[in-house]
């Protein structure tokens, strides 16, 4: 087996739900040793279905394998003094623990940063909430479909003459637990310089309002809010769905010359080939005619011709896939995404390394079943 890049860590995961536990499995899927303490009754998700996963005499949603993967889960009763004991000689021996409990939640069990420091210093703790550890709303509960309509996300996505729409993943959850992954692994980093840990605070909305990207930046430079603009891109054209006599594709003309080329190839020269649509900002200025002479010429090929057409000629294009057919591509089936560790699919950590563990041979185990005991001292091996 190659090595892993974080083995040798040891991660206690306090958390439920997705951003937390997403956070904790791309850690585990990196080579990490990462203990999900769960309450008795488990984490919420495991009854987040149907549909349900059966394996070895347990009935667990399908939401918690896609956020679980690679750990070993414990339960334990804060409450209960020896339980509360057992969690904290666990921490004790290890390096990092995640937490998304309501700010102030874990005081009363000496479970929060400043009591846990103060005997594992070299300890990084990182806090995932709604809405950050400071400002007026630090104690509210945040969930990802509210985060997305706080951050903006939402009123610029969707049909334009339509209802703001969330995206069809919980990516402020997702984003978050990446965020602190990232965070978690540059704390680890900073501690073998500075022989100390710290504290990270996550915040959901932080995380969503982080990713406005480019549309922040339209903001800023001009005062004025994007506005919605189902599959149109809000600075490229046309980098658009266009239509086909049977569907819709994808189009993404990233420069003049791919522009170019794809005139050629759709044979719209004498249309689009005027000083009108010359540069990226005289297209997004005469859009609308455009697109209308665009689509009736596409409209006259097939999905599968004008995916070809615009394959040879070199420009970005493509279907717009089911779940299932994504997952059938022959690229993405090349790449290994799709893993079946102990015979249960999911989905590997989307990052290779020339000499890191492999995707098929080294893929971590599917989620675990609840509950279970851990020397706190000892490492683990599962």
């Known amino acids: 087996m190659k090595p ?47 549909p349900f996963v059966e394996r070895h005499g347990d009935r667990t949603a399908a939401y918690f394998y ?29 390096d990092v623990v995640i937490e998304n409990f309501k700010v102030g939640g874990l005081e009363k069990y000496g479970l929060d940063y400043a009591s846990l420091s103060g005997t594992t210093p070299s300890l990084v703790y990182c806090s995932v909430t709604g809405f950050g550890q400071t400002g007026p709303r630090a104690k509210q509960p945040g969930y990802d479909l509210l985060i997305q309509g706080m951050s903006g996300v939402m009123d ?15 990516f402020a959850d ?35 309002t982080g990713v406005l990207a480019n549309q922040a930046m339209n903001y800023f ?8 603009g189902g599959n149109r891109h809000a600075n490229l054209t046309p980098y658009e769905t266009i239509e086909a006599s049977d569907g819709h594709i994808i189009v993404a003309v990233g420069n003049d010359s791919q522009f170019k080329r794809f005139c050629t190839a759709l044979d719209l020269q004498d249309a689009l080939g005027g000083p009108d ?27 599968a011709d004008l995916i070809a057409k615009l394959t040879q000629a070199g420009v970005p294009g493509g279907p717009i896939n089911t779940v299932e057919e994504a997952l059938a591509d022959p690229q993405i089936e090349h ?26 041979t080294d893929a971590p185990a ?4 609840l509950g279970a005991r851990i020397n706190a001292t000892t490492t683990w091996s599962s």
């Open 156 to 170: 610029i996505t969707g049909d334009p003459e339509g209802a703001p729409q969330k995206m069809g993943v919980a």
């Open 4 to 50: 892993q890049p974080l083995k040798g860590i040891r991660v206690v995961e306090l958390a439920r739900i997705l951003a937390g536990p997403w956070c904790g499995q791309v850690l585990a899927d990196l080579g990490a040793e990462v203990i999900k303490v769960e309450a008795p009754g488990g984490d919420d998700t495991r009854a987040w279905g149907p």
């Open 221 to 228: 430079a001009t005062g004025n809010s994007p506005k919605r």
């Open 174 to 208: 997702i984003f978050s637990g990446l965020y602190a992954a990232i965070g978690i692994e540059a704390a680890l980093l900073e501690r073998t310089r500075i022989g100390q840990g710290q504290h990270l605070d996550i915040s959901l909305l932080d995380s969503m």
């Open 366 to 369: 599917p989620a675990p079943t």
């Open 66 to 94: 896609g956020c679980n993967r690679g750990k070993t889960s414990v339960t334990a009763d804060f409450r209960n003094e020896d339980d509360l004991r057992y969690v904290k000689d666990l921490i004790s021996s290890c």
């Open 277 to 303: 649509y010359e540069t990226n900002a005289l297209r997004l200025k005469h859009q609308e005619a455009m697109m209308a002479q665009i689509n009736a010429r596409s409209r006259q090929f097939t999905k």
């Open 335 to 360: 790449r290994k995404m799709r893993i079946s560790p102990e015979g249960l699919d999911g989905l590997r950590l989307p990052i290779v390394f020339s000499n890191a563990a492999d995707a098929d």
